[in-house]
């Protein structure tokens, strides 16, 4: 049987990182996958984790199962995170996942096996896993536009012209915030206008959020979703812990659907069969993390602070390196990397430029332009300008 088995394309942008893992020039630099590193160069381990994790030690005296659905506590506590205290529990259902990737992949097969008609629309571009999974599942993916001819701002109209063409039984994903790969994002006043468009044509809506946190601040993150939610009868969001408790692999992820309340116990039974039927139990361990933190006034607290700190960082980086190349370059036309936010930011730039960046310089980013900020440190931003000059972006 194996030898009708057809070559798999590796993964764009985790081959990049184990090309930069062997790589053996001391001053390469790391600006593909999506992880956070501080100054020293190391994704940590967050305070408020490390607490809990010793806590956890202490307090646990079995591993036997837990729910198919995850523990209640923790889908309460990041179900309320995410969507806040207006709305109405009894329109929620919810299960942990493995990671946000697997609520996404709850999230497509889903829909494609209620609607199997229906299109699923994703913003042009998207993360390419997105389109991975779609294509596994056999999803018809239409593209929608979302980046302007610049290739660094917003194409409002883009957005709407073609979501205009949504029909009922097709589903639309959006980025809830950070969008990954171009850090360009709606505000709310976009994102307003969005709904009241998705609603009129009927649409399924699925938000991705993987970066709550990352962008403006917790609330300010979670305003579109919220936003979505109010508007919109039905929604799926599948979220991730990776990034916003550092716990990337320990799998942690949160799949909320949001209906009537009339429909909330068939979704939550559909959550939970697409559990039981891919993988049965959901991961415990970063879950339990996740609502240890959340459950304690002074380790959220911390956790909240240490957040805040990562991503000012971030925006710090940002602001330097727009200010860098805004000096080396004589004009302004880097500006958009400080307006960007979330990890991401797609450079304008062709593949060779990019080669010759990871070729001439031991710079690593995507091969469509993203590069992760969170990857810069006050040393780099200044390598990285120059770079960037050097091979002519
Ligand atoms: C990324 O986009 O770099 C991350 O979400 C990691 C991944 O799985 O691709």
Redesign the pocket.
Known sequence: MFQDLKPQAP?T??SLLAQYRADERPGKIDL????YKDASGQTPILRAVRAAEARMLGAEVTKTYTSLAGEPAFTKALSAMILGPDIDPARLSAVATTG??GALRQAFELVTRTSPEGAVWVSNPT???HLTILAHLGAQVRPYRYVDADGTGFDRAGMLADLGAVRPGDTVLLHGCCH??TGINPTLADWADIAALLRERGAMVIVDL?YQGFGDGLEDDAAATRLLAAALPELLIAASC??NFGIYRERTGLLIGVSAPALAAVTQANLVYLNRSSHSFPPDHGARIVSTILGDADLAADWRAELDQIRTTMLSLREALAAELRQIAGSDRFAYLAQHRGM?SRLPATPGQIEALRRDHGIYI?SDGRM?VAGLNAATVPILARAMIAVGI
Do not use: E, R
């Open positions: 993964d942008i985790l593909g996958v999506g992880v946000g990737t993360w390419p896993n990954n790969p993987a990776s990034k991401f995507v992760n």
